[in-house]
């Protein structure tokens, strides 16, 4: 009841969760998201750019990722992903851990990987890196 296909945006996408864990994948067609927003989406920038896009393009989901609450970012090139995570207190100073992904397929599109915990702490990272590692592309 969590997925979500949108033919318009070259979406796809599911959201699994319990209650320790929310975790979503997104994919996105690259070059449907070019057509539709030309002036974030690129064609002619590094790889690097083009996986960072999409956390531009999803401001209004990561608005309350900050340079003040920023942990930790980087750029993989060999794997061709870029992650950020940061943290987030709720309104009764609950700590929530939320770390992204992003990496170019084999076929220069879009998979966001997005996990959010207010139980596992730092670990999300790992996790974060674990998942979005362990996806293989089809030829």
């Not at 318009?8 to 996105?28: P, Q, R, W």
């Not at 927003?37 to 999409?54: A, C, G, M, W």
């Not at 209004?60 to 340079?67: R, S, V, Y």
Request: net charge negative; hydrophobic share 35%; charged share 30%.
């Amino acid at each position: 009841k969590n997925a979500v296909h949108d033919t318009t945006k070259g979406i796809a996408s599911v959201t699994l969760n319990n209650e320790d864990l929310e975790m979503s994948f997104i994919l996105a067609s690259y070059s449907k998201a070019a057509q539709n927003n030309p002036e974030v989406f690129q064609n002619d920038i590094s790889d690097s750019l083009k996986t960072t896009r999409i956390f531009s393009a999803y401001d209004e989901l990561f608005k309350d990722c900050t340079n003040e609450n920023l942990v930790d970012t980087d750029y993989n090139s060999e794997k061709k992903y870029t992650y950020r995570c940061y943290k987030i207190a709720h309104d009764d100073g609950t700590p929530e851990d939320v770390c992204l992904a992003s990496r170019l397929t084999k076929k220069g599109n879009i998979l966001l990987v997005i996990m959010r915990s207010i139980a596992f702490g730092t670990s999300v990272r790992n996790e974060l890196l674990d998942a979005i590692e362990s996806v293989e592309f089809k030829e």
